[in-house]
C-alpha cells in the first residue's frame, strides 16, 4: 500500500489585519444563494432555490435569467458558455438571454446536483458527473455538449476539478473509505489514481504560481494544505484553525482567498502569511467566492444565508516605478506598472516652477492587465530651468488618478565641443563624442601625421544635439592620427593613437 507523504511545516501565519469595511450585503430578489459564478463577460450569476438570476453592474441590480424547478448546478466556460443542469442539460452562448437543450450522457433523471457536478477547462471542454447506480461516472464533451465520452472514472461523489494546460486533477470521495485524486495529462483522455490526499478535503486551486491548495471542510487533520509538485505531495500550513475551509479563488494578482467557518482570508504573498479579509461581512461561514476580471470579489454566507460583495476593486493600476532622465535637450521619462485595471491610458503633464500644469503627451494603457508593463516618453527641444513631471492615469469610464511629481533641472548644449575619443590608445575601434548647439553642416575628418586626410567620418547638416560616431581603424597602421570637428566657424582637432 502506498503511503501518503505529508510534510508539516508551522509558522504560524495568520493575522487580522483590515480596518475600513470591504463588504457591502448585497440584496438580490430572493434568498438562501447556493452558488455564485463570474462569466467570461463579467457578469454575476447566482442560483438560489428557485431561480438562476443575473447581475451585470456587480450585484447592484439582478434580473431572472431562468425560472428553476428544483436545484440545479451551473458553470461558467472561458469560452463564454453557460450551462445549467436543471433536468435537462441546458447552455447559454449570450450571457443566459436564450437557452439550448442539451443530450445528456444517460437519462435526465441521474443529474448530480452537488458539489461540483460540473466543470468546464480553458479550452471549452465539458466535465459532467451522472448518476450511474450503484456507481457515478464522469463524462466529457469537448463540442460544447453535443456529444458526451465517459471518461472511465468510477466516481464516487466528484467534490472538485481543476486544470493547469493540458493537466486535469479530479477529485473524489467514497463514503467511509476516504478521498482519491486522480490526474490527467492529455486533457481528460485517460486517468491514473495519484498518491492519498489529506483526508476531508473539499475544494482545489491551483494557483498562477503552480501551487496547489487544498481546503478541508473538517479540521481534525489540518484545515489548509498546498502541493508543489502537482498533487504528489502535500504539505499542511499550521497554527490555523477556520473551522473549514469550502472555497479558495485567485484573483489577477495572485492573491489567494479562502472561504473558512470564520469568513474570508487573504494571502498576498503566495501563501507566506494570511490575513482576514472581512470588514464588512457580517454574516459567517462563507461558503462560495467568486472573482470577477474587474477584481470585485462576490460571496455567499451562512447563518443567515446572504450574499455579499466587495466595495472597491481589488486591482489599481499599480505604478512601480517613475524616473526622467536629461539627454542634452531632451528628457526621457520612462515608468513601469504591475497591474492595470481598465486603464485607458497616461497624460504626462509638465510644469515650471511658478507655472501651470500641461499635457504633453498620452500613452496608450495596457486595459485590464496583471503583467509588467513598461512605457516611455521624450520631452524634446527643452531649453534650461527646473522642470515637474506627473502621469495622469485615465480609466475607461473617465476617472483618474495622479502619479507622484518628480523634479529635474536641466542644464542644456551652449557651446560646441569635441570629446576625446574612446578608448585610446584603440586597436582596432574607438568612439568620438561631439556637441552641436545648433543647426549647422558638420563635417569630422582623420588625418595622418603629415596632414593627408585619411577618411571623411561625418559630413552632413545636423540640428542641435549630443552625437557620437565610431572610428574602424582596421585598415590604418599604428601611429598617431588626428581627428577635426568643424561646425560653421568652429573648429577642433584632437590626437588618438592605434596600436596593433
Not at 430578489?29 to 442560483?47: D, K, L, T, Y
Not at 471518461?151 to 467514497?174: R, T, W, Y
Not at 470579489?297 to 532622465?325: D, R
Not at 542644464?411 to 582596432?428: A, K, V
Amino acid at each position: 500500500m502506498k503511503k501518503m507523504l505529508i510534510l508539516f511545516f508551522c509558522v504560524f501565519p495568520f493575522s487580522n489585519s483590515i480596518a475600513q469595511n470591504i463588504w457591502q450585503e448585497l440584496l438580490p430578489p430572493v434568498v438562501n444563494p447556493f452558488s455564485i459564478a463570474v462569466s467570461s463577460a463579467g457578469n454575476q450569476f447566482v442560483e438560489f432555490e428557485t431561480n438562476l438570476i443575473r447581475s451585470t453592474d456587480n450585484g447592484q441590480s439582478w434580473e431572472l435569467v431562468f425560472p428553476l424547478a428544483n436545484r440545479c448546478a451551473f458553470s461558467t466556460s472561458p469560452t463564454g458558455v453557460l450551462y445549467l443542469i436543471d433536468v435537462p442539460l441546458r447552455k447559454s452562448t449570450d450571457e443566459g438571454n436564450t437557452w439550448t437543450t442539451l443530450s445528456m450522457p444517460i437519462p435526465a433523471s441521474y443529474c448530480v446536483f452537488e458539489p461540483n457536478p460540473i466543470v468546464t477547462n480553458n479550452n471549452g471542454d465539458v466535465f459532467i458527473q451522472m448518476e450511474n447506480y450503484p456507481s457515478r461516472d464522469l463524462y466529457r464533451s469537448t463540442d460544447e455538449g453535443q456529444t458526451w465520452i465517459e471518461v472511465g472514472i468510477d466516481s464516487c461523489k466528484m467534490i472538485d476539478m481543476i486544470f493547469k494546460e493540458n493537466i486535469c486533477l479530479a477529485l473524489f470521495v467514497k463514503p467511509n473509505v476516504g478521498m482519491y485524486l486522480y490526474k490527467s495529462t492529455d486533457n481528460g483522455n485517460s486517468w491514473e489514481m495519484m498518491p492519498p490526499v489529506p483526508s476531508d478535503l473539499y475544494s482545489l486551486l491551483w494557483a498562477k504560481n503552480g501551487t496547489i491548495y487544498g481546503g478541508a471542510y473538517q479540521c481534525g487533520s489540518g484545515c489548509l494544505f498546498v502541493s508543489s509538485d502537482s498533487g504528489m505531495t502535500w504539505q499542511e500550513i499550521c497554527g490555523f484553525n477556520p473551522d473549514g475551509i469550502f472555497d479558495i479563488v485567485e484573483n489577477q494578482l495572485g492573491h489567494i482567498f479562502l472561504a473558512t467557518g470564520y469568513g474570508v482570508y487573504r494571502s498576498t504573498d503566495d501563501g507566506d502569511s494570511w490575513n482576514h479579509y472581512n470588514a464588512g461581512l457580517f454574516h459567517i461561514p462563507t461558503h462560495k467566492l467568486a472573482v470577477d476580471s474587474l477584481g470585485y470579489m462576490f460571496a455567499t454566507t451562512g447563518v443567515p444565508e446572504m450574499f455579499y460583495g466587495t466595495i472597491n476593486i481589488t486591482i489599481p493600476v499599480e505604478i512601480l516605478s517613475f524616473s526622467a532622465k536629461q539627454n542634452d535637450n531632451r528628457v526621457h521619462l520612462n515608468w513601469e506598472t504591475a497591474t492595470e485595471l481598465n486603464n485607458l491610458g497616461f497624460e504626462i503633464e509638465r510644469r515650471m516652477d511658478n507655472s501651470e500644469w500641461r499635457i504633453i503627451g498620452f500613452k496608450e494603457g495596457k486595459g485590464t492587465t496583471t503583467d509588467r508593463q513598461y512605457y516611455s516618453f521624450v520631452d524634446e527641444n527643452i531649453s534650461n530651468g527646473k522642470y515637474h513631471y506627473r502621469l495622469k492615469q485615465l480609466d475607461y469610464d473617465g476617472t483618474f488618478e495622479y502619479s507622484n511629481t518628480i523634479e529635474l533641472e536641466i542644464l542644456n548644449i551652449n557651446n560646441f565641443s569635441l570629446e576625446q575619443n574612446y578608448p585610446n590608445p584603440f586597436n582596432p575601434l574607438t568612439t568620438i563624442k561631439y556637441k552641436i548647439p545648433e543647426n549647422s553642416f558638420v563635417t569630422i575628418k582623420v588625418y595622418d601625421v603629415l596632414g593627408n586626410e585619411v577618411t571623411t567620418l561625418v559630413n552632413v547638416e545636423k540640428s542641435a544635439d549630443s552625437y557620437e560616431v565610431e572610428i574602424d581603424g582596421t585598415g590604418f597602421p599604428s601611429g598617431i592620427y588626428f581627428y577635426k570637428l568643424q561646425a560653421g566657424s568652429f573648429v577642433e582637432t584632437k590626437k588618438m593613437v592605434i596600436i596593433k
